[in-house]
């Protein structure tokens, strides 16, 4: 397979192909995000004739040791990519790879918001089955100062049409993103934000400073403090409690985070919440997943 630079990918597809369709992020301007910071992951689209290589090489894999049934197109926003290139990959897809049942990508509220509703269908008829959107916060302040590139009216249109085309929407935020200075806020408007979204999945993260980029320069210079483990479970607790799902596989479970929950919601609302208060109201931090066990 033809990988260039870091590969990254959702927790939910470890078991997929990682077909990289794109070289790093046509924004790349999240000032938390050091992901595609390498010379070398500058972003471009790859050619056709490498992808059809790599999926060349994956149906052999799968035809002589063990069928592929997921693929996750790769690298950041890599829905960023002309609506008729990415249905020659599905058409790829498709044909060398018969038991591929999903196929997933990154795409964000401005690549979404690139595609019209026949263009999305389109996809979705050709195979695309989920995106993973890093919508981060609901709170327009918070949104501006990490230069997302998008605000919470594009999040909430995004998510409109990926539930209008039948693709399914995975929508990630981040606890601790705006600070000491604007959690409450941050945490009262995502929980907005994800009710007016009503996506099926939901994943809580918490942000990490990765050095080297503008954000942990920010925290450096003392102008950003991140929320002490907390603050960012009672930001946890705000989502839980105020958002309303019509139905949601909601996960917080990710290796950055203190407490790791896998709810559904609206169900597992009222004792998960019970859960957050009595780790609230007891600060043991022996309860709390210790740092040396955290992913960053
Ligand atoms: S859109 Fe995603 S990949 Fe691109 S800079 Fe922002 S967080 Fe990083």
């Not at 049934?69 to 008729?84: E, I, K, M, S, Y």
């Not at 100062?145 to 935020?173: F, P, Q, T, W, Y």
């Not at 934000?193 to 942990?216: E, I, K, R, S, Y």
């Not at 609302?269 to 609230?280: E, N, W």
Request: hydrophobic share 40%; glycine share 8%; aromatic share 6%.
């Amino acid at each position: 397979m033809d990988y260039i630079g870091h590969i990254f990918r959702p927790p939910s597809e470890a078991e997929s192909l990682l077909l990289q369709v794109t070289v790093g992020c046509s924004h790349n301007d999240c000032t938390y995000c050091g992901m595609y910071r390498l010379p070398e992951q500058r972003f471009r689209l790859k050619p056709l004739d490498v992808i059809t290589r790599d999926v060349e090489e994956a149906a052999a894999f799968s035809r002589d040791i063990t069928p592929i049934r997921r693929v996750f197109l790769c690298d950041g926003d890599a829905l960023v990519l002309p609506t008729n290139r990415l249905l020659e990959i599905l058409a790829l897809i498709r044909t060398q790879l018969p038991h591929v049942r999903r196929v997933g990508i990154y795409g964000d509220a401005r690549t979404i918001a690139r595609k019209d509703d026949l263009e999305l269908a389109a996809l979705r008829e050709a195979g695309l089955g989920i995106v993973y959107h890093g919508a981060e916060s609901g709170d327009d302040e918070v949104l501006r100062r990490i230069r997302k590139g998008s605000n919470a009216e594009d999040a909430v249109a995004a998510a409109g049409k990926l539930r209008r085309a039948g693709i399914r929407h995975s929508v990630m935020v981040m606890l601790g993103i705006g600070g000491n200075e604007r959690s409450a806020e941050h945490a009262a408007a995502t929980a907005r934000l994800l009710t007016a979204m009503d996506p099926p999945f939901v994943g809580a993260l918490t942000t990490t400073l990765v050095p080297g980029t503008p954000l942990a320069d920010e925290a450096d210079a003392g102008r950003f403090t991140l929320p002490d483990p907390w603050g960012l479970l009672a930001e946890l607790r705000v989502l839980v409690a105020d958002s309303r799902f019509t139905r949601c596989r909601f996960h917080s479970n990710h290796a950055s985070n203190y407490v790791p929950l896998s709810l559904n919601l609206p169900t597992d609302r009222d004792g998960a919440v019970r859960t957050l208060d009595g780790l609230l109201g007891e600060r043991d931090r022996a309860r709390l997943r210790p740092e040396h066990r955290r992913g960053l």
